[in-house]
């Protein structure tokens, strides 16, 4: 084990029984349950602004966060003798949510809705008006991709010879861009009407990999990426993942959304927003922003393969577009 770590443990009253390396850090068993021991590269008041909400989620039943644990003198913050700052957390040896588990799938939308109530009643404090927690607003991000995709689309019609994913694009362009045309015109709708959509904070990063399953309780891990935004995205963001795992099964949609709201109902806009992000052809404008920012002499051929798939997921997608947009067929 590297003596940095050492160094940083034993600032903190626990006796380490066994340490092994994990998810970019050191995992360790102590005698007070598992605790993970981090790098921390960010600054003190965005750790400060962690912390303090993660210990008011503490209190919730059936959920728990990796909250940080403080050294002997009082600190977030463990420093080295070379400068290396360390944070240490309590952990979780519990496994991923199976997105094959319906009823696995099903809890964790449970316990997202938890998390986001629970994140309602955290009272914004003043101190915390730090760039980390404001992100750019879903309209303008959303019109912000699609003059990317315009820009990458007018790149790729100047060229001659070209290879067969710049064609593929070609081919699927108009299809994917009057989606997100409409995805955008519809968020800045909603946006300007006011449309009910008061901002929270968001995990901001959520997908099967935070989410661990435990016996009787549900750990959501990993909050470095914590904002004050639309809490819908992060329910969109775990939803697409599955959704596209299951080819778009509506069953599995509606079940989710059920359970999801059997815990923390949707507003009418915020609905309308769930439906704008689903219709945007996020993985399109991905794999075209990529191409366009990278080395394009080189595609690899699964790239073009993911845009193939993407076309024939339409029919499958846009029935479950028409539940989500109208909650009455739930």
């Known amino acids: 084990m590297n003596e940095k770590y050492v160094e940083a443990l034993e600032q903190y009253e626990l006796e380490v029984l066994s340490v092994r390396r994990g998810r970019g850090a050191w995992i360790c068993e102590t ?33 728990r966060v990796d909250h940080y644990i403080h050294n002997r003198e009082g ?63 879903l309209k303008e991000e959303l019109n912000r991709h699609n003059r990317e995709l ?13 290879t067969e994913f ?4 070609i081919e699927s362009y108009d299809c994917f861009y009057a989606q997100a045309r409409r995805a955008a015109r519809l ?8 449309g009910g959509l008061p901002g929270y904070l968001c995990h901001g990063d959520l997908d099967h990999h935070h989410l661990l399953m435990g016996n009787g309780f549900t750990a959501v891990i990993e909050f ?3 904002h004050l935004g639309l809490q819908v995205v992060d329910l969109y963001r775990f939803m697409r993942k599955v ?48 191409y366009y920012n990278n080395n394009k002499a080189w595609i690899p051929a699964r790239n073009t393969e993911k845009l193939r798939r993407l076309k024939e997921q339409q029919t499958v997608k846009e029935r479950f577009l028409e539940v989500v947009y109208n909650p009455f067929s739930l």
């Open 166 to 169: 710049e064609l593929c694009v």
């Open 224 to 226: 470095n990426r914590m």
């Open 150 to 162: 315009v820009r990458a689309r007018n790149f790729i019609r100047s060229k001659r010879g070209k």
């Open 31 to 63: 005698d007070q349950g598992f605790r993970l021991l981090k790098e921390y590269r960010g600054t003190v008041r965005r750790l400060e602004f962690e912390d303090q909400v993660l210990e008011e989620l503490k209190p919730h039943p059936g959920l």
């Open 243 to 290: 959704m596209e795992k299951h080819d778009w099964n509506v069953e599995l949609g509606i079940s989710m959304l059920k359970a999801y709201e059997g815990e923390l109902p949707l507003t009418a806009g915020e609905r309308k927003a769930l439906y704008c992000l689903f219709l945007y052809p996020e993985k399109y404008w991905k794999q075209i922003n990529f």
């Open 187 to 194: 968020m800045e709708e909603l946006w300007s009407s006011g």
């Open 75 to 137: 600190s977030i913050l463990s420093i080295t003798g070379d400068g290396t700052r360390y944070v240490l957390k309590e952990w979780y040896a519990d496994r991923e949510c199976d997105l094959n588990n319906r009823e696995e799938i099903c809890l964790a939308l449970s316990r997202l809705a938890l998390l986001h109530r629970a994140l309602r009643e955290v009272k914004i404090r003043e101190e915390w008006n730090l760039g980390s927690i404001l992100t750019e607003p």
